[in-house]
């Protein structure tokens, strides 16, 4: 299920150089499903869409076990047998920012993440956890629950800037076989500001 919410940015003013600052705060989970909105002209907004759940698959702990999903797909298993669907891939997200600025000119985006604790208890007769969250965002490797990682997308020099990334995790299991596949929606805050070049 893909979940996006568009909310405007407030604007204030930055000290020296008449720098715009531009924060808007989002949490993203994939159970939710929210209609996008437009950007009115000169009205900054943000779109963070969560393309795809992190999925591990169908699959049986031999006591316990774990499976790793990386931000690249590969998959790593310890102790764990895949069954029927055993597709497991990353979490996706799409970031989408709309400047509002219809004249152009350059500016880059200085993202903020923050990835609430996931806490998924007993699923499908199996009990896990998950750690390890890591992403493909250079710079950024590690997304400890409650810790921010940051990073810029540079070179926005259209209306609209975007870019997409995956979050891969570690499940550990204790139990017997999980009867459907394993899917988790990833919690994530979204801090976006706006530094002009």
């Given at each position: 299920m893909s979940t996006t919410l568009a909310l405007p940015l407030t604007h204030s003013p930055a000290n020296g150089g008449g720098t715009g600052v531009r924060?808007?705060?989002?949490?993203?989970?994939?159970?939710l499903a929210l209609s996008p909105q437009l950007a009115r002209a000169g009205t900054p907004s943000l779109i963070v869409t969560a393309d795809q759940m992190l999925t591990f698959g169908t699959i049986v702990a031999v006591g316990t076990g774990s499976?790793?999903?990386?931000?690249?797909?590969?998959?790593d298993n310890e102790g764990v047998v895949?069954?029927?669907?055993?597709?497991?891939?990353?979490?996706?997200?799409?970031?989408?920012?709309?400047?509002?600025?219809?004249?152009?000119?350059?500016?880059?985006?200085?993202?903020?993440?923050?990835?609430?604790?996931?806490?998924?208890?007993?699923?499908?007769?199996?009990?896990?956890?998950?750690t390890n969250f890591r992403t493909d965002i250079a710079g950024v490797g590690t997304l400890q629950p409650g810790n921010i990682g940051s990073f810029t997308l540079a070179n926005c020099y259209a209306r609209v800037c975007t870019t997409s990334f995956r979050v891969g995790a570690r499940l550990d299991l204790s139990g017997n076989l999980a009867?459907?596949?394993?899917?988790?929606?990833?919690?994530?805050?979204?801090?976006?500001?706006?530094?002009?070049?």
């Open positions: 924060r808007a705060l989002l949490l993203a989970a994939a159970s499976r790793t999903i990386h931000p690249d797909g590969a998959v895949p069954l029927g669907d055993s597709t497991a891939r990353p979490a996706q997200f799409t970031i989408t920012y709309d400047s509002g600025n219809t004249t152009g000119g350059g500016y880059q985006l200085m993202v903020q993440l923050v990835l609430a604790a996931v806490d998924i208890g007993a699923v499908n007769g199996v009990r896990g956890t998950l009867s459907a596949p394993l899917r988790f929606p990833l919690p994530l805050a979204v801090n976006v500001i706006e530094m002009a070049n």
